[in-house]
């Protein structure tokens, strides 16, 4: 529990906040292939896609506590550090696509960044759906544990 705010609860903030990235980066390229020249929609298409970023940025917070928890406790599986790794690769490239306009901002290079974030999103969705299939299991569990105290 962090602030009065269970792990399931930020599970869940943390998936809508990514959610709303992906959908967010759709409405940039569609701003960008809609707008009728490259002088206006080449800005849109950046400030969109940084609000998008921003979110993104905001769903790390749970994602970096959750997956600590689970690296000491020895409770990590290896989709956990594929999911950091390829993580770390997007954000980072991400952070330079927003931070500044250099000249390898090409179309090949947010291609490449395109595929990372999805593998990594898809890679999230995956240990989302698993964590809180376990978690559906562990709390069945203790409830049952829990009548059979009663009971006696």
């Known amino acids: 529990m962090v602030m009065g705010v269970g792990t399931n609860q930020l599970r869940k903030i943390s998936l809508k906040l990514q959610i709303s990235t992906l959908l967010t980066y759709m409405l ?75 000249s390898w901002k090409t179309v090949k290079n947010m291609r490449i960044l395109v595929v990372l974030f999805l593998s990594t999103f898809s890679g999230g969705v995956y240990m989302f759906s698993r964590f809180y299939k376990e978690e559906g299991v562990l709390r069945r569990q203790q409830i049952k544990k829990q009548r059979v105290k009663t009971r006696v």
């Open 28 to 102: 940039g390229f569609i701003a960008l292939k809609l707008s009728g020249s490259k002088k206006e929609g080449i800005p849109r298409h950046g400030k969109i896609n940084t609000l998008g970023y921003t979110l993104g940025a905001l769903s790390l917070l749970y994602m970096m506590y959750s997956g600590l928890r689970r690296i000491i406790a020895r409770a990590a599986p290896a989709i956990l550090y594929v999911h950091g790794f390829f993580g770390l690769i997007t954000l980072a490239l991400s952070s330079l696509f927003v931070a500044n306009r250099w």
